[in-house]
């Protein structure tokens, strides 16, 4: 049987392509290789949306260069732009640039190769039936946040139909996923640009009534879109989980301004308190990018101070990288020094593991519900409502199972727990 191997890094919105394009290989007769070398055709799946992400995808291709053996490496994700001809010049070993949207240029070229078994259409395929899936329900992006490469490389949003979201929860759901992830790079915007009233409000009120449903997910939200709809709508349907992916980038005014971000400090400050006030209990994630153009000591202070006093479940950290073609990189400087980026971003994540550990130390002796996803060394794992990682031992297989975990153990990144029975 002929075998792939498959190889992702980036957001989830890769993780959710990498899904779709492995279903489609699965239903063309191959089975998953965990090495490349095992494999008769190699995909990469990339991000560009900083320099150290683009660099390990390039460092990954130019390491098969000489391991390509006889079989196929195809490229995939973010890295895959309008310009084919350029990939091809600098990266002749590689056989297929396909976009990650486009599936079916895959499937064109497996077919004129005679590697699939045809007649398998892409646009068919579900994601697999895991306990969780993610499903994309708007590609692209509007928004052109200065420091981003993402609109330049996803293109402009586009939201995918109600009813066709609607069938395909309902086909997972039936073939027994008990969570959706809702995916968009800003998901909040849509069916914005669909007839009638669609909006991210109404699908949840059609998704909260699938049968066999237990949770929904959304992300990644944007703070300037986020309506009081969405929020009434959480903090109403049942299966919408209180979870809030909401990124703030930067604390303060100026720099917020120059990232496009369209929305003030103090605007975010009051959006989380109305989050909080309706979804009592609600998890709040957040980005943050240190060392922007211009970044003052006292304006990282600012941003400092927010996350301080926000008080976020999950902070993701990032040092600013300049992406070509982006505003930021070609009007502003790179102008803060490196080792003052990584003290930033050091900074941030010392003060984020005191407030993970204070927030999840609140849940010791609590007993939670948890989804059951899988085993990691020796121990199964799932999700809180609240997305905390959870781990448990148990001689039973409760995968896809919702089970009470008495929390004996809490850390900064994850929790650990006893099965109440
Ligand atoms: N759409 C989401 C939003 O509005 O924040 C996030 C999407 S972006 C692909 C994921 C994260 O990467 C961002 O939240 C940001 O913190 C980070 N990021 C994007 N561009 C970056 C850059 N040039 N340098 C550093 N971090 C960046
Ligand atoms: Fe990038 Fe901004 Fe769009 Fe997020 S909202 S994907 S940060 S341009």
Same mark, same amino acid.
């Given at each position: *049987?002929?075998?792939?191997?498959?190889?992702?890094?980036?957001?989830?919105?890769?993780k959710?392509?990498?899904?779709?394009?492995?279903?489609?290989?699965?239903?063309?007769?191959y089975?998953?290789?965990?090495?490349?070398?095992?494999?008769?055709?190699?995909?990469?799946?990339?991000c560009?949306?900083?320099?150290?992400?683009?660099?390990?995808?390039?460092?990954?291709?130019?390491?098969?260069?000489?391991?390509?053996?006889?079989?196929v490496?195809?490229?995939?994700?973010?890295?895959?732009?309008?310009?084919?001809?350029?990939?091809?010049?600098?990266?002749?070993?590689?056989?297929l640039?396909?976009? +990650?949207?486009d599936l079916?240029?895959?499937?064109?070229?497996?077919?004129?190769?005679g590697?699939a078994?045809g007649g398998?259409? +892409?646009? @068919?395929?579900?994601?697999?039936?895991?306990?969780?899936?993610?499903?994309?329900?708007?590609?692209?992006?509007?928004?052109?946040?200065?420091?981003?490469?993402?609109?330049?490389?996803?293109?402009?949003?586009?939201?995918?139909?109600?009813?066709?979201?609607?069938?395909?929860?309902e086909?997972l759901?039936?073939r027994?996923?008990?969570?959706?992830?809702?995916?968009?790079?800003n998901?909040d915007?849509?069916?914005?640009?669909?007839?009638?009233d669609?909006?991210?409000?109404a699908?949840l009120?059609?998704?909260?009534?699938? !049968?066999?449903?237990?949770r929904?997910?959304?992300?990644t @939200?944007?703070?300037?879109?986020m309506?009081?709809?969405?929020i009434?709508a959480?903090?109403?349907?049942?299966?919408v989980?209180?979870?809030?992916?909401?990124?703030?980038?930067?604390?303060?005014?100026?720099?917020?301004?120059?990232?496009?971000?369209?929305?003030?400090?103090?605007?975010?400050?009051?959006?989380?308190?109305?989050?909080r006030?309706a979804?009592?209990?609600?998890?709040?994630?957040?980005?943050v990018?240190?060392?922007?153009?211009?970044?003052s000591?006292?304006?990282?202070?600012?941003?400092?101070?927010?996350?301080r !006093?926000?008080?976020?479940?999950?902070?993701?950290?990032?040092?600013?990288?300049?992406? +070509?073609?982006?505003?930021?990189?070609?009007?502003?400087?790179?102008?803060?020094?490196?080792a003052?980026?990584?003290r930033?971003?050091?900074?941030?994540?010392?003060?984020?593991?005191?407030?993970?550990?204070?927030?999840?130390?609140?849940?010791?002796g609590q007993?939670?519900?948890?989804?059951?996803?899988?085993?990691?060394?020796?121990?199964?794992?799932?999700?809180?409502?609240?997305?905390?990682?959870?781990?448990?031992?148990?001689s039973?297989?409760?995968?896809?199972? *919702?089970?009470?975990?008495?929390?004996?153990?809490?850390?900064?990144?994850?929790?650990?727990?006893?099965?109440?029975?």
């Amino acid at each position: *049987m002929p075998r792939y191997h498959i190889w992702t890094i980036g957001c989830q919105m890769n993780k959710a392509d990498s899904d779709g394009i492995a279903a489609y290989l699965e239903q063309a007769g191959y089975t998953r290789s965990v090495s490349a070398d095992g494999a008769d055709i190699v995909l990469l799946n990339s991000c560009v949306v900083r320099q150290s992400a683009e660099g390990k995808v390039v460092h990954k291709l130019e390491s098969l260069r000489s391991r390509r053996g006889g079989r196929v490496l195809a490229l995939t994700g973010c890295m895959v732009d309008s310009d084919i001809e350029g990939l091809q010049q600098r990266f002749p070993h590689v056989d297929l640039f396909f976009p +990650p949207q486009d599936l079916s240029a895959l499937s064109r070229f497996m077919e004129g190769r005679g590697l699939a078994s045809g007649g398998v259409d +892409p646009r @068919s395929l579900a994601a697999k039936p895991a306990t969780s899936a993610f499903v994309n329900i708007i590609q692209g992006c509007d928004n052109f946040c200065s420091y981003c490469i993402v609109p330049y490389r996803r293109g402009r949003e586009r939201s995918r139909p109600v009813d066709e979201v609607v069938d395909e929860v309902e086909g997972l759901a039936s073939r027994g996923t008990k969570e959706v992830i809702l995916l968009g790079q800003n998901v909040d915007s849509y069916g914005h640009d669909l007839d009638g009233d669609a909006s991210l409000a109404a699908l949840l009120h059609q998704l909260n009534a699938v !049968e066999g449903l237990e949770r929904i997910r959304f992300l990644t @939200s944007h703070p300037k879109d986020m309506s009081d709809e969405l929020i009434e709508a959480m903090a109403r349907l049942d299966r919408v989980c209180e979870h809030v992916s909401l990124p703030v980038q930067a604390g303060d005014d100026g720099i917020l301004e120059a990232m496009r971000r369209g929305y003030t400090a103090g605007q975010y400050v009051r959006l989380v308190e109305r989050i909080r006030r309706a979804i009592p209990h609600v998890a709040l994630s957040t980005d943050v990018i240190v060392g922007f153009p211009g970044e003052s000591g006292e304006q990282f202070q600012r941003t400092f101070d927010l996350l301080r !006093e926000s008080r976020f479940d999950t902070v993701h950290v990032a040092c600013y990288s300049p992406r +070509p073609g982006t505003i930021a990189s070609r009007k502003l400087a790179d102008d803060v020094p490196d080792a003052e980026k990584v003290r930033r971003r050091k900074a941030v994540e010392a003060l984020q593991e005191g407030i993970a550990a204070e927030i999840n130390g609140r849940l010791m002796g609590q007993r939670i519900e948890v989804l059951v996803e899988g085993r990691k060394k020796g121990k199964w794992w799932g999700r809180t409502r609240t997305d905390k990682l959870v781990f448990f031992e148990d001689s039973v297989d409760r995968r896809g199972q *919702m089970v009470d975990v008495e929390i004996t153990h809490a850390g900064p990144w994850s929790l650990r727990g006893e099965v109440v029975v």
